[in-house]
Nanobody
Framework: QARLIESGGGLVQAGGSLRLSCVAS????????MAWFRQAPGKEREFVAS????????FYTDSVKGRFTISRDDAISTVYLQMNDVKPWDTAIYYC????????????????WGQGTQVTVSS
C-alpha cells in the first residue's frame, strides 16, 4: 500500500532549526518527485520544496531559499526538510507529497499525501 508518514514537527523559536522527515513505502518512493507543501491557518496549501528521483534536482519557493534544504535518502526511502532560521510565518502544517512525473509546484499534480505534521514558530 502506497503511503507517506511525516514526523519531526513541533514548537521552535524564531531563528531556530527543525528537521522534518517523510518515510515512504518502497512503492511510493519509486515515484519521480517528492515534495513538501505547507498550509497555514486560513490559507491555501502552498509548495515549499521538491526533489526529483533522477539526479536529485531540487526546487524551492522563494520564501525559503537559503533557509530550507530538501534531501532524500534512497536507502531508507526517506525525504527530509531541514528548516533553518525559521520565521513566525513558517508556522503551518507541513505535508509530504509524491507524484509520478517531473517537478511541479501545483497541489493538484500530486496524487499521494501524508497526514501532515504541525510546525509552530514562536517569536
Amino acid at each position: 500500500q502506497a503511503r507517506l508518514i511525516e514526523s519531526g514537527g513541533g514548537l521552535v523559536q524564531a531563528g531556530g532549526s527543525l528537521r522534518l522527515s517523510c518515510v515512504a513505502s518502497e512503492r511510493t518512493f519509486s515515484r519521480d518527485t517528492m515534495a513538501w507543501f505547507r498550509q497555514a491557518p486560513g490559507k491555501e496549501r502552498e509548495f515549499v520544496a521538491s526533489v526529483t528521483r533522477v539526479i536529485a534536482l531540487t526546487f524551492y519557493t522563494d520564501s525559503v531559499k537559503g533557509r530550507f534544504t530538501i534531501s532524500r535518502d534512497d536507502a531508507i526511502s526517506t525525504v527530509y526538510l531541514q528548516m533553518n532560521d525559521v520565521k513566525p510565518w513558517d508556522t503551518a502544517i507541513y505535508y509530504c507529497a509524491a507524484r509520478g512525473g517531473g517537478n511541479s509546484v501545483k497541489v493538484e499534480d500530486y496524487d499521494l499525501w501524508g497526514q501532515g505534521t504541525q510546525v509552530t514558530v514562536s517569536s
